[in-house]
DNA sequence: CGCAACCTTGACACTTGTCAACACAAGTGG
DNA sequence: CCACTTGTGTTGACAAGTGTCAAGGTTGCG
């Protein structure tokens, strides 16, 4: 789509899509040694959450962090008059409430889309024990990073692809999250509605509906029988597939 | 339908001019309070770079971070089909480099637009004066932390801006980065090509030229009569009325 | 049963990308 | 000095992708 072509780039690949691959696999690992090392040094306070509870609110002051050890929760930011903008999703083992750091309150709302258990440590204590603990500030830095490089690829998705490659890109991130983490992967129940999907991706939820009805008479993903939200991924090479000949196609004149 | 309206959030959004008053404040004392602990703390090797100096490459291990002392650089995502994504750009201030700690080497290119000074230091040198200084420590989390809330708001902007609106956020955010560091800020000297600003906002070059051209008709900004990359803000809030008015549904051209 | 969410699908309009032509400035080499 | 090239920017005509609007279907629930 755009021509724009950029030679010089012959030395390094990326290779972005691969490389998370690899990622996935050390992803697991490192959420349960990051989970295993603040339960030893920090004592945080667990707490169950269920689909709905609003863990923190966009404004309220900066006093905790919150670790996800299990479950799933949504981050949306809020314009004064009421729109919401989905600005990230959380799965095991991610941070919530980085972006508060900066300004001392929450820059967003952050919702639980599912049951699940939420470790919470005082921003202060955790900053004392990074001093203490070496380990442990390496680990809160990687995760800080690992958050502004996924907001840089989701900006980069937004950015150069289309409609169509946005939702697949979305479904290939969603089931990496899940393995990246140990679950099965080729059978995803979102629990967003189109709506919401749509919000994430920039994109309107008849959008959404039509990409997902396209790819299912293209057998690429499957329906359940009782819930539309419930998806099966056969092939995720055919998936992969259909990206690259989207992006090609479009290139290449 | 898009009705974005001032107030909470920091960046890339029109919401940002207001809050700047304060916020750019602090941001200017920031940058010096961190430079200064910087050089008396661990004694980073400063160097001038010029205009397409590239600073790190993508895929480099990880060994410095640096600290942005003056000049400007853009940082740029290649893709393994040679595609180019600018990614960020930098002022004074600002550290590059951390989108690199998570995963051990640089995931994108910085290159500089300008003249410019940087200061490097070593990352692992970094980590143990963050564990002696706790000061240092705070900082450096609060400059991922709004690393974070800067990539959000561009998120944000690109998700639901039309074309016109990011090409206005986008001289907002020059001006409003230019302002933080005390300098002159209606008068704007972009160093980037119409197909790099583009690029940024997910935008043709054709397209960016345009809506500057319109706006120019409109006389929201003016050219210099030298260079066409050096632009005139005449009068800030009549920008911000221009993107409201867009955003209330009514046209105009 | 009615109601409220949610999802799907179609018709149409509009924003934006694509393609093409041209203008201009800065080099470069004859 | 001119011709030529290269990079950049502007503008127009057209097409494609996506949003908008509207209608109807399904599910779950009081």
């Known amino acids: 789509m755009y021509t724009q072509t950029a030679h010089t780039s012959a030395g390094h690949s990326p ?69 919401e903008q989905v600005v990230g999703l959380r799965f095991r083992g991610d941070w919530l409430g980085f972006s508060a750091i900066a300004e001392g309150h929450y820059a967003c709302e952050a919702i639980a889309m599912d049951t699940g258990e939420v470790w919470t440590v005082r921003y202060e204590a955790l900053l004392q024990a990074c001093s203490r603990h070496p380990k442990l500030m390496a680990l809160v830095h990687e995760a800080m990073s690992h958050e502004i490089v996924r907001d840089r690829d989701t900006l980069i998705a937004l950015c150069t692809l289309p409609a169509d490659a946005r939702v697949v890109a979305f479904l290939q991130y969603w089931a990496a999250s899940l393995a990246a983490r140990g679950l099965r992967s080729d059978q995803i129940s979102l629990r967003l509605t189109r709506a919401e999907i749509g919000n994430y991706l920039g994109l309107t939820l008849e959008t959404v509906s039509r990409v997902l009805s396209k790819l299912a008479r293209a ?15 056969p092939d995720f090479h055919a998936l992969d597939a259909f990206v690259q000949r989207r992006e090609a196609g479009v290139g290449l004149h």
Chains 1, 2 share one sequence.
């Open 15 to 83: 290779a972005r899509r691969q490389a998370s691959g690899d990622l996935t696999r050390g992803c697991g690992q490192r959420a349960t040694e990051l989970l295993q090392l603040i339960a030893a040094v920090l004592e945080p306070k667990r707490r169950v959450v269920h689909a709905g509870d609003v863990l923190y609110r966009a404004g309220e002051p900066l006093t905790n962090l919150h670790l996800l050890n299990s479950g799933l929760f949504k981050l949306i930011s809020l314009s004064a008059d009421g729109r």
């Open 219 to 233: 057998r690429l993903i499957a329906f359940n029988e009782k819930s539309r939200r419930d998806i099966c991924i």
